[in-house]
């Protein structure tokens, strides 16, 4: 088994097509229930309309998340402009389930950076790891990770970029998160998502 990532971002004006189908996807992701890693809608500012999916889920090959991402009711609605699915660490070895958060005070962020490409990205990324995890080792920064981890390609080899799951008090808090962090002060990224997020599940 390997972990997947999953980011599908939704076209325009679909938030009612998506609530004609939630069923249907819910039932979809039953059959992965046990390999559920992470999973939520991201959100407008406002929290109210979907913006797009994300899955985290150990799956058995490529072959796999390919079924995983192309066979799921909301794809197969056209309710996705474009889906990005790639090959992830689960850094923390746990689950979002696992968190203790505080929901109620704090708000939940997605945020992906996309490596900017190039032959010498994943070489460099590799220097930078130990710097990246002391950055991120100390308790008020561990307290706010829900969870993390690189992005490979499907053959698990090329970084592609960096997944968090964060909770911060507000999205000025989420950003600052990362201020000084060794990726992004290396300008590894091309460019970064931030995105209000939440657990995501049967209602």
Request: overall charge negative; glycine content about 8%.
């Amino acid at each position: 088994m390997s972990t997947y990532f999953f980011y599908c971002r939704d076209k325009s004006d679909t938030a009612g097509l998506r609530k004609t189908v939630v069923e249907a996807h819910w039932a979809f992701m039953d059959n992965y229930a046990d390999r559920m890693v992470a999973r939520g809608p991201t959100l407008t500012d406002d929290g109210k309309t979907p913006t797009g999916s994300m899955h985290a889920v150990e799956l058995t090959d490529a072959d796999a998340a390919r079924v995983f991402a192309y066979e799921e009711p909301n794809y197969k609605a056209g309710i996705y402009d474009d889906v990005m699915a790639c090959r992830w660490t689960n850094a923390l070895k746990r689950t979002m389930w696992d968190f203790e958060g505080d929901p109620d005070a704090n708000q939940r962020f997605l945020f992906i950076g996309h490596g900017r490409g190039g032959d010498d990205v994943t070489g460099r990324r590799n220097e930078l790891l130990q710097a990246h995890r002391d950055f991120l080792a100390p308790p008020e920064k561990m307290r706010q990770q829900i969870l993390r981890g690189p992005l490979w390609d499907m053959a698990g080899e090329i970084w592609l970029g960096s997944l968090f799951l964060l909770e911060a008090s507000d999205r000025e808090a989420a950003e600052a998160f990362f201020d000084g962090e060794p990726y992004t002060a290396d300008g590894l990224y091309e460019r970064t998502e931030l995105h209000n997020w939440r657990f995501g599940g049967r209602q």
